[in-house]
């Protein structure tokens, strides 16, 4: 069994900054690609940005120059370190990874989401 568990949100004031971790455990064989992804009220759940296990990197417009993400292999984690803050990044941020729990296949997994919520 795998588990994605998410930490780092709170409350910050726009222009803040927030680092988010997620740890990956379980039985985990390989881990492909990792991401975070965000759901505002109201609204569809919208990739953030996502890593390759090469460590290429995607972002959505909304947060370039603005997000990194960043992951260390050897603790099975993924990290986005968020600046410049708006009240519009206000969401549910939520863990998703591609991971093999064995050589015969991959699923997609998800975190239980971590609220981030940035005040005008």
């Known amino acids: 069994q795998v588990q994605l568990v998410e930490s780092g949100g709170g409350l910050v004031q726009a222009g803040g900054s927030l680092r988010l971790s997620c740890v990956a455990s379980?039985?985990?064989?390989?881990?492909?690609?990792m991401g975070w992804y965000r759901q505002a009220p109201g609204k569809l759940r919208e990739l953030v940005a996502s890593?390759?296990?090469?460590?290429?990197?995607k972002y959505a417009d909304s947060v370039k120059g603005r997000f990194t993400i960043s992951r260390d292999n050897a603790k099975n984690t993924v990290y986005l370190q968020m600046s410049s803050l708006r009240p519009e990044d206000t969401a549910v941020y939520y863990c998703?990874?591609?991971?093999?729990?064995?050589?015969?296949?991959?699923?997609?997994?998800w975190g239980q989401g971590t609220q981030v919520t940035v005040s005008s």
């Open positions: 379980g039985s985990i064989f390989r881990i492909n690609a």
């Open positions: 890593i390759t296990s090469g460590g290429g990197t």
């Open positions: 998703n990874a591609q991971i093999d729990p064995d050589p015969t296949y991959q699923y997609n997994y």
